[in-house]
């Protein structure tokens, strides 16, 4: 277990302060610490601590990307305008959708050592440009859809790098929990893309999770809307409030559980309660979402143990169990996780 | 006797509740392809929620309480519903 008793910020600044043997020492200290860091980290993974996706514009990678023109029409996928390593199109929603496949593409790959969605390098479809005023992003099963928004409220789905990575955890959740998409396993699938959406954003900045502002969808609103994004993973129920589409429904907590039969048992709507579990046990230790709270997650998404029909209560045992078989049974880790359930109201 | 439908669209990525009530005899062209629509039989709650699709719900003051899922529509008809919605 990884203990430290003076924190690294703290170093840092001693580091800092000039010449003089404090200051040597202090920095002497910093880099073993940093390097056991790396090391502690490493044996948790299986690899070296990462610190943020190094894509770009130019992005090469295996993901077999292949983005589609519906060309406002609603037949899929639609003309093929960009394949794997072409250069962009110029078409915004078009070169958005190729970098964001790309970036989620290699979080699995880099960080969870995965092929593609379905572990089986299954090429990464999209189609932009689906329909008129489409106020809509999804994966149908086979590939991803996005919409050009209605211009009024909405911009277009591919504005968010986010939105993007949730609409392919869709694909990641159907390959291996196969999560029932009502009520509470609805909710959870949802929940699923919201976090690895999350992480993609967050990776995609090299920002940690103390950094990370947790927004889902943020830019998807016109400025005509009073609403900073979607939803907010770190406070849910508060991303808008807005005159003409209402205030974000989203609980944070069980007490608020919202049962309903519409949005399929509103599986966006109590997704704010596992979103800010995750959110709580990814803050509650220091460094990258994606090193520590989603590797967690990740081992209970594909790990064969979620029934279809899971419950937040179950899935919560899961995380708290595959955060002491991958950190340690004391570890802070599995603290922080059964913590999180905690605080959400889903475990006593 | 006029008959007042309430026409409820949630779900999506964005999971934005829209909601509006139809006067079905107000012969409009929105309403007469309403109208058609709820004549035809094609509305039938059926078949498992999908990843973000949207999901139609047809009320009224009786009996009619049908829910629809947007992939189980064909194009025409879920466009019928959404122009109902626009108003």
């Known amino acids: 277990m990884w203990c430290t008793v003076v924190p690294p910020f703290l170093l840092e600044r001693l580091g800092e302060a000039g010449s003089g043997r404090p200051a040597e020492a202090a920095q002497l200290t910093l880099e073993i610490d940093r390097e056991q860091r790396a090391r502690r980290r490493a044996g948790a993974t299986g690899r070296p601590a990462d610190d943020g996706d190094r894509g770009d514009r130019e992005d090469r990678t295996d993901a077999r990307r292949r983005i589609h023109d519906a060309e406002h029409a609603q037949r899929l996928p639609g003309e093929l305008v960009r394949r794997e390593n072409a250069d962009a199109s110029g078409d915004r929603a078009v070169d958005e959708a190729y970098f964001g496949l790309g970036a989620t593409w290699r979080l699995y790959h880099e960080i969870f050592g995965r092929e593609s969605l379905d572990d089986r390098r299954l090429p990464l479809v999209a189609t932009v440009h689906f329909r008129r005023d489409y106020d809509n992003a999804m994966w149908n099963g086979e590939q991803m859809v996005f919409g050009d928004g209605d211009g009024e409220l909405f911009n277009r789905f591919t504005i968010a790098i986010d939105i993007i990575g949730h609409e392919l955890a869709h694909g990641v959740t159907q390959y291996t929990a196969g999560l029932e998409y009502q009520g509470q396993s609805g909710a959870l699938n949802e929940s699923m893309s919201d976090v690895f959406g999350s992480l993609v954003k967050q990776r995609h900045a090299r920002e940690s999770a103390g950094n990370a502002d947790w927004l889902i969808g943020e830019g998807l609103f016109t400025d005509r809307v009073q609403g900073k994004a979607l939803r907010s993973m770190k406070a849910p129920g508060t991303a808008y409030d807005d005159d003409v589409i209402g205030k974000d429904p989203q609980p944070a907590t069980m007490d608020d559980y919202v049962e309903t039969t519409e949005d399929n048992g509103g599986v966006h709507i109590n997704s704010g309660i596992p979103n800010h579990a995750f959110y709580l046990a990814a803050t509650a230790t220091d460094g990258r979402a994606w090193e520590r709270a989603g590797l967690i997650w990740y081992d209970v998404l594909t790990g064969g143990q979620v029934p279809p029909d899971c419950d937040f209560a179950t899935f919560a045992s899961l995380t708290v169990e595959a955060a002491r078989a991958r950190f340690d049974t004391d570890s802070d880790e599995a603290t922080a996780v059964a913590d999180a359930w905690r605080a959400v109201g889903v475990s006593g | ?87």
Do not use: N
């Not at chain 2, 107000?26 to 929620?49: F, I, K, N």
């Not at chain 2, 008809?77 to 109902?84: F, H, Q, S, T, Y």
């Open chain 2, 1 to 87: 006797m006029t008959r007042r439908l309430r026409v409820t669209r949630s779900g999506g990525f964005a999971g934005l509740r829209r909601e509006r009530d139809v006067d079905i005899d107000d012969g409009t062209p929105a309403t007469e392809g309403l109208r058609a629509l709820l004549d035809s039989g094609r509305l039938r709650t059926a078949g498992a929620g999908q990843p973000d699709r949207f999901v139609y719900r047809i009320t009224d003051d009786a009996d009619l309480d049908v829910t629809v899922q947007e992939q189980d529509l064909s194009d025409d008809d879920r466009a019928v519903l959404d122009d109902a919605l626009r108003g």
